[in-house]
């Protein structure tokens, strides 16, 4: 088994927009809480319960609490009990998650007192355990608060890297915005423009969905490319850049990340389909859940 950080950003993790992942002892009072009132909270917010419990896979547990804290839109953490394994696991959660997805869940408030003080501060509930049907409409509400909240984080992303385009970087959009990714080979790669190639079918196949045409297999290109605004669009965090050597030079191997995909969505350049089936095509490294606007979903 790898270690934790290097087993989560080592792989692509697509959220999945129904999967609820809930941590929580396997036995005692979190557990049978967990089962009365959790499950059905999830369910009745048109959410899917999900645990590590549920995996019957030959791979260790471990693997299953880390694939589903990567890929649910929402983790929930049952602290009831003070279970050291949950608090470990909530503390990955914290690590990979935004605040916006992820949820603890504790006793009575007048355990406030008793909640670590390194998680007060995060999105919490503290339910009675006096009336389980409360308890659930509570819970219900505050899933629908969280996820309120997430979306309006993921809103104001994209809305910020709008408000921040020049005109440049608006062209450069338009033109390149409906391809995977572009290659602007070693030997082109000098001075702020530069003629661009898609060469791989491996790295460039394009499978455009919805409305737009298809198109499978590598498409060469030639084109006057604008490196200043690829520059600009890399530091906002809208294209992601590789170099690798190559014949003698510097090769430049340009993805459209989780952000610049979805600012491609609202500028109408891809549909919401496209987006998502190039987020899924990312490379390891352009992280779908670790630029911490959680993008995938």
């Not at 104001?156 to 890297?161: D, P, R």
């Not at 919805?210 to 006057?224: F, I, N, Q």
Request: glycine fraction near 10%; include cysteine; charged fraction near 25%.
């Amino acid at each position: 088994m790898s270690y934790p950080f290097d087993y989560l950003r080592n792989r692509i993790w697509p959220t999945d927009s129904r999967k609820a992942f809930v941590i929580y002892p396997f036995g005692g009072e979190g557990a049978a809480f967990c089962e009365r009132v959790v499950k059905k909270a999830i369910t009745e917010s048109g959410l899917t319960f999900h645990d590590a419990k549920a995996k019957n896979g030959a791979q260790p547990i471990l693997e299953d609490i880390l694939n589903g804290i990567g890929e649910a839109e929402l983790v929930i953490a049952v602290l009831i009990g003070r279970n050291p394994n949950v608090m470990w696991e909530l503390g990955i959660a914290h690590t990979w998650k935004p605040p916006t997805q992820v949820l603890s869940i504790e006793g009575e408030p007048d355990e406030k007192d008793r909640l670590p003080f390194n998680v007060q501060g995060y999105r919490h509930l503290f339910v009675k355990r006096e009336d389980d049907q409360a308890d659930i409409r509570a819970l219900k509400d505050r899933i629908t608060e969280v996820r309120k909240e997430h979306d309006a984080l993921v809103e104001e992303s994209v809305i910020t890297a709008r408000n921040s385009l020049g005109p440049n970087e608006f062209r450069f959009m338009n033109q390149w915005g409906k391809h995977r990714n572009f290659i602007m080979p070693a030997y082109h790669a000098i001075g702020a423009s530069s003629e661009l190639t898609q060469p791989s079918p491996t790295v460039s196949a394009l499978k455009i969905f919805g409305s737009e045409k298809r198109h499978v297999g590598p498409r060469l290109l030639a084109t006057h490319f604008d490196g200043a605004s690829a520059g600009i669009l890399c530091r906002m965090g809208i294209l992601a850049c590789n170099t690798a050597r190559k014949n003698g030079g510097l090769e430049f191997s340009y993805w459209w990340t989780p952000l610049g995909l979805r600012l491609l969505e609202l500028l109408g350049v891809i549909g919401d389909r496209t987006a998502m089936f190039f987020i899924r095509q990312l490379p390891p490294r352009i992280r779908s859940d670790r630029g911490h606007f959680i993008l995938g979903g």
